[in-house]
């Protein structure tokens, strides 16, 4: 793979408050792989490998992205069997948030990167190799003000420290 790629999503991520209470109860979390507290977020729309120039396509037109803040409350916990991921998820997702997820998913599109066409579906992944359906109580819900969402970079060769980056990061309309 040529140098210039890197795996990139955007994302919302908690400030460290939010971090805070959103790790809270990990300790409670059936055996398995904790998602580490400063890694906890949630993927708006994942891209995949982006070339350099893609990459500063999508930094461009998230900074001219108009959408509006909201309120996200994170009620609900979800098991996935496939995948073994125990996640946080939402019972209801703000009309805001869907209408950022649709502005990603036509810029991605503007700068030519193909993406998936499964529906948004707000989930914060808690734990990974989660091999059935834990007996856990969910926690209080927690209500999130998104006020920004991010551009990650995941790294492609496994390294030592959290494997996320923070590429950009932008305001939404107050
Ligand atoms: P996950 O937590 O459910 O694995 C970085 O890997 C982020 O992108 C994670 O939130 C991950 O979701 C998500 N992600 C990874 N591969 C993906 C894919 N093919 N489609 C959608 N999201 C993906």
Redesign the pocket.
Known sequence: MADDRCRV?F?LWPDGALRDVLAADAGQLPAARPIARDQL???LL?L?VVTSAQRACLLDGAAAIRSPACELTLDSIGYWRR?Q?L?RGARQTPPALLQLVDALHRLAQGCGVEV?T?PFQV?M?LA?RVERRPRWVPPVSVTWPVRHFVL?E?MLVPQRGSP?RLCGRWALLG
């Open positions: 999503f994302a977020h949630i993927t994942f995949g995948s991921i996640w998936g499964r989930h992944t990974r990650v995941s996320y």
